[in-house]
């Protein structure tokens, strides 16, 4: 399992991760508190108990932190579906599992605002080097169902692309809970596969 690959200081020590994981929680319950926009670095540092130089010597910027969260929202969800047979049974767990984060991890509205980082392309952040573990997996499994379970005619790679743009688009473009567009997630995952009964939900 990967770090997420936001530029940190190198040769963390154990301390160094105390210090980096107290700063993460601090700045997630920020920006639930505050609104992304409205928090600051200073109350972020001041809630950790230490200060915005530490802050800065961990995380470039607070977009940073949304990095951060997005890599433990993805590993979380993959963590829950990995043990899913089949295509269909995937699907229908991703779909119970992002809903579970954007309640639990992500909650406040933070998996909309981690996903809009990538549609603004803040400077100072490299981006085209993140890890996307949900990705990975999501190609995994439509490679596997290539002959049976996914669509006829769909190239994985292809509809790997489309379907996690489309399920973004989806989370990022409606405000509230995800999970009030539980069917409108499901809807979109059955069109992926060969079979059109419809995803459980």
């Known amino acids: 399992m990967l770090p997420p690959r936001v530029p940190v200081a190198a040769n963390r020590d154990r301390k160094g991760d105390r210090t980096r994981e107290r700063l993460f929680q601090a700045a997630i319950a920020e920006f639930r508190e505050s609104g992304f926009e409205a928090a600051s670095v200073g109350a972020i540092a001041q809630r950790a108990g230490t200060s915005r130089a530490s802050f800065y010597f961990y995380y470039p910027s607070k977009e940073a932190v949304l990095l951060d969260l997005q890599w433990r929202v993805e590993m979380e969800v993959v963590d829950q579906t990995r043990h899913r047979a089949g295509l269909r049974a995937f699907l229908d767990a991703l779909i119970d599992a992002i809903c579970s984060a954007d309640s639990g991890i992500a909650a406040g509205g933070l998996l909309r ?11 100072g952040l490299d981006l085209s080097d993140q890890p996307f573990p949900l990705m990975m997996e999501v190609a995994r499994r439509f490679i596997e169902a290539r002959d049976d379970e996914l669509r006829p005619g769909l190239d994985p790679a292809q509809a790997t692309e489309l379907f996690l743009a489309s399920l973004f688009g989806l989370i990022a473009g409606t405000a ?22 419809p995803v459980e939900r």
Do not use: W
């Open 113 to 123: 605002v981690t996903l809009a980082v990538y549609i603004r392309q803040p400077a």
């Open 176 to 197: 509230g809970p995800v999970a009030t567009r539980r069917d409108a997630l499901h809807t979109l995952a059955t069109l992926f596969l060969a079979d059109e009964t």
